[in-house]
């Protein structure tokens, strides 16, 4: 009976590290503020309204999905063109939840929430994290990293078009942000395959197509994975063999 409780007890028994994780999300901030202002600006000029710009940064939540969906919504076209159009920009994030499965809260509600607010540049932060200390800062870093985007959207739609004259490009400051985080990263885990197949496939990508680039980048990226993982394990099995 004793050990039936525990069983029932265990979900609940992760301790997140908020101070921690409000810490992590500081170098974030820095480039979700500049580019969530700059995406209210963008939202605002192109006539969406705040109800609107806040329902996107709350419930769709990807910058780069979010910048796509303003010209789609000023033109006006139909729902399903649209979520077409955004799943297939934000199919990378099914992988990116891949190597964390392991790292996710026990709770069903904040498990489902941490999968859907794993962005890029929360899961560089986090993949850069000790194994040991993931599962207690995903959800604060998660929560965190939405917080300053949403924080970020309802100044710039509040701010309005005054902005965008003053300075201009701010949309850049999440391409800058994510490439310092990649860097970071990097540094962290040492390792070159990732960088060459990102680059070979971008490279091949770019060949056959601009406007599904990052669509067919990733699949090509994918292929490479699964081929060096069946490389891998072929040559595992046959030194095990051979001993």
């Not at 859907?116 to 207690?136: H, R």
């Amino acid at each position: 009976m004793t050990t039936r409780l525990n069983e029932l007890n265990q979900p609940f028994e992760t301790n997140y590290d908020w101070v921690e994780g409000f810490k992590k999300s500081l170098p974030v901030a820095m480039g979700y503020l500049p580019a969530g202002i700059a995406f209210g600006v963008l939202a605002q000029v192109a006539g969406i309204p705040i109800w609107a710009v806040m329902m996107l940064s709350i419930v769709l939540y990807a910058g780069a999905a979010q910048y796509a969906c303003l010209p789609m919504l000023s033109a006006g076209l139909p729902i399903g063109n649209i979520a077409t159009n955004i799943a297939a920009i934000n199919l990378r994030h099914v992988f990116y939840g891949m190597p964390l499965l392991n790292y996710l809260p026990k709770q069903k509600l904040a498990k489902a929430y941490c999968l859907f607010a794993l962005t890029d540049e929360t899961f560089s932060v986090i993949t850069s994290l000790p194994n040991e200390s993931k599962q207690a800062l995903m959800l604060p870093i998660s929560l965190f990293n939405q917080s300053w985007w949403v924080l970020a959207s309802l100044v710039g739609v509040i701010i309005g078009g005054a902005l965008s004259d003053l300075v201009p490009h701010l949309d850049f400051a999440l391409v800058g942000l994510f490439a310092i985080l990649a860097y970071e990263q990097f540094q962290s885990i040492k390792r070159y395959f990732p960088i060459v197949i990102a680059v070979v496939s971008l490279a091949i990508a770019s060949l056959f197509t601009s406007n599904w680039l990052l669509l067919v980048a990733i699949t090509i990226c994918m292929v490479m994975i699964l081929v060096r993982g069946i490389w891998t394990q072929h040559n595992v099995t046959g030194g095990t063999h051979e001993q």
